[in-house]
């Protein structure tokens, strides 16, 4: 068998955001298989095969990458930010732990990202200066009961929380629900910050509180950072974004 399949992360969006490697990994590919969006973001060119994909059944997609690969083709399965943060990393694995134990002999490297939390973050100032997590809120893969029982926990350990996947047309009250379990947990000045197609030309950056967020408009394309009770803004006047940190030092607690 002289297949592999490599599962690259392509970023955020602005091509200069692709590492090196990914870009190494891509141009050695054979078969590009992907989400449509994220196999139209690689140019085409003579000798590569690509298999865009409309199906949202992530496995179906990575079952099609190691047939290919025990066939002895050079796949590349790709999503945008990084594979391993809720992409096509863990749909292959699943697929090689379930499938042709053959497959389990093939080469399958994975090539990092930005991922959109990070990219986000850097566009804001340092809002994952302390502690942090990353929650995603579709539903289609896990019940909604454990996203709100996450949700409650992370919120009330005072940690920053990074929100993948917020809304969609199939979800379109999720993201409401969240933010107003975190109303009932977190103060009202609390920064939430809307960050929109980071690194593309429509990106879009907000820094609301979360009583304004509540009511703000989100979509797909939109990663939704709330802060913690340490996360600052700095105020630099009218006509520009304030910058968003949060300290890394955690003062004593008060003894009671
Ligand atoms: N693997 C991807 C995440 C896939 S889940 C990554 O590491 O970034 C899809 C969600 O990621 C979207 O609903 C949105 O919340 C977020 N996202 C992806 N790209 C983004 C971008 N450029 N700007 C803001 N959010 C983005």
New binding site residues.
């Given amino acids: 068998m002289s297949g592999s399949v490599a599962i690259i992360?392509l970023g955020?969006?602005d091509p200069r955001l692709l590492t090196g490697a990914a870009q190494a990994a891509l141009d050695a590919a054979e078969d590009l298989i992907g989400y449509i969006p994220y196999v139209a973001r690689v140019p085409e060119r003579a000798g590569l095969r690509r298999h865009a994909s409309d199906n949202r059944v992530e496995v179906d997609r990575a079952r099609h990458a190691l047939e290919l690969a025990a066939s002895g083709r050079r796949v590349a399965v790709v999503?945008?930010?990084?594979?391993?943060?809720?992409?096509m990393a863990a749909a292959v694995f699943e697929a090689v732990e379930a499938g042709d134990p053959a497959w389990r002999h093939l080469p399958i490297t994975v090539e990092p990202?930005?991922?959109?939390?990070l990219?986000?973050a850097a566009r804001l100032g340092a809002p994952l200066g302390g502690d942090f997590c990353a929650l995603?809120l579709?539903d289609n893969l896990k019940p909604w009961d454990v996203i709100t029982a996450r949700l409650d926990a992370v919120l009330r350990a005072d940690l920053v929380v990074a929100?993948?996947?917020?809304i969609?047309s199939a979800r379109p009250w999720q993201l409401g629900a969240a933010l107003s379990l975190a109303a009932g947990i977190r103060a009202p000045e609390t920064p939430v910050m809307l960050?929109?197609?980071?690194?593309?030309p429509d990106?879009n950056i907000r820094v609301l509180t979360l009583a304004q967020a509540r009511e703000a408009p989100a979509d797909?394309?939109?990663?939704?950072i709330i802060g913690a009770s340490a996360t600052r803004l700095i105020q630099r006047g009218p006509e520009l974004r304030p910058y968003v940190y949060t300290p890394r030092s955690v003062p004593e607690a008060e003894p009671a």
């Fill in positions: 992360g955020p969006g999503s945008g930010g990084d594979p391993g943060v809720f992409a990202g930005i991922t959109a939390m990219a986000a995603s579709s929100l993948y996947n917020p969609s960050a929109r197609a980071v690194s593309r990106e797909m394309a939109t990663l939704v």
